[in-house]
C-alpha cells in the first residue's frame, strides 16, 4: 500500500519553538542526526519544513518534536485522521488497539484506509484514549457525510423532525443540540430570505448553496457558540 500522507504540519510553531531554545536549524538537523536516526537531515530540511515548501513524514514529526522538547501535537495543524489524531496525543498504535479491545493489525488496516470499523462502545474507548471532541469522532468514524445529509434536510425543511437522528451521531446534548439546529436554520433560511428580497433569485441560490457545502462546519461552529 502507499504511504500515508504527512500530518498536517504546523510551520509556524515549528520554527517559533526552536527560537525558543536558541537552536539554529544546524541544530535540529544535528540532532536528528546523531540522535534519532535520520542521517539524511540537513539544515535545509529543517528550513523548508519551518517555511512550509516541505512536511515532515510521521517518523520526521516524532523526531523533529523529540529534538525541540516538545509534544508531537505541538507541530501539528489540526488533525483530520484517526492516525494524526494518534500522533497529536502521542500515543502508539498498539496503546490504541489495546484501550479499544482490538487487535494491532485490525486497527492499522483502519488507519491505513481511513475507515472506522469499531463497536460503539470502542468508539468510546478511542474518546478517552485519544481524547477526542464529538466533532472529531465524527470525522474520524467516517459519519461526515451522513451527518451532512441530515443538517442540509434540517435547515432546508424542519429541523425539528431531525433532532434524534443528528443526536445519534454527534453525540451533542439535546438541549445544545437543539438550539445549534434551530440556529443553523434560521442563518440559512435568513440567507435565502434576504437574498431574494433583493431580486436576486441567482444570488439566492448561490448564497444557499455555498452555506450547504459548509454544512457540517456551520453546525459545529453552532455547537461551539452554545453554553
Known amino acids: 500500500s502507499s504511504p500515508p500522507p504527512p500530518p ?10 526552536r527560537g525558543a531554545l536558541g537552536m539554529g536549524p544546524e541544530h535540529v538537523a544535528h540532532a536528528l542526526r546523531s540522535a534519532y536516526g535520520l542521517p539524511y537531515v540537513t539544515p535545509g530540511h529543517v528550513l523548508a519544513w519551518e517555511r512550509g515548501t516541505a512536511a515532515p513524514d ?15 501535537g505541538e507541530l501539528l495543524g489540526r488533525p483530520r ?5 494518534r500522533i497529536a496525543r502521542g500515543v502508539a498504535p498498539q496503546d490504541v488497539a489495546r484501550a479499544v479491545g ?6 492499522l ?10 463497536t460503539e462502545r470502542q468508539v ?3 474518546v478517552r484514549v485519544l481524547r477526542l471532541e464529538p466533532a472529531d469522532v465524527v470525522a474520524v468514524t467516517g459519519r461526515t457525510e451522513p451527518l451532512a445529509a441530515l443538517l442540509r434536510g434540517a435547515v432546508t425543511t424542519r429541523w425539528q423532525a431531525y433532532v434524534r ?10 438541549p445544545v443540540l437543539e438550539e445549534s439546529l434551530r440556529r443553523l ?43
Open 8 to 17: 498536517p504540519f504546523d510551520a509556524q510553531a515549528a520554527r517559533r519553538l
Open 58 to 72: 510521521h517518523t520526521e514529526l516524532a523526531a523533529l518534536a523529540g529534538a525541540l522538547w516538545c509534544d508531537p
Open 81 to 85: 485522521t484517526l492516525r494524526e489524531h
Open 102 to 107: 482490538m487487535a494491532l493489525p485490525a486497527y
Open 109 to 118: 488496516r483502519m488507519e491505513e484506509d481511513g475507515t472506522w470499523r469499531g
Open 124 to 126: 468510546l474507548d478511542l
Open 165 to 174: 437522528q443528528v443526536g445519534e451521531l454527534t453525540a451533542v446534548e439535546r
Open 185 to 227: 436554520h434560521r442563518d440559512y433560511q435568513g440567507r435565502m430570505t434576504a437574498t431574494l428580497g433583493w431580486g436576486g433569485g441567482g444570488t439566492a441560490g448561490a448564497a444557499g448553496e455555498e452555506f450547504l457545502e459548509r454544512i457540517v462546519e456551520n453546525f459545529w461552529a453552532a455547537v461551539r457558540r452554545e453554553p
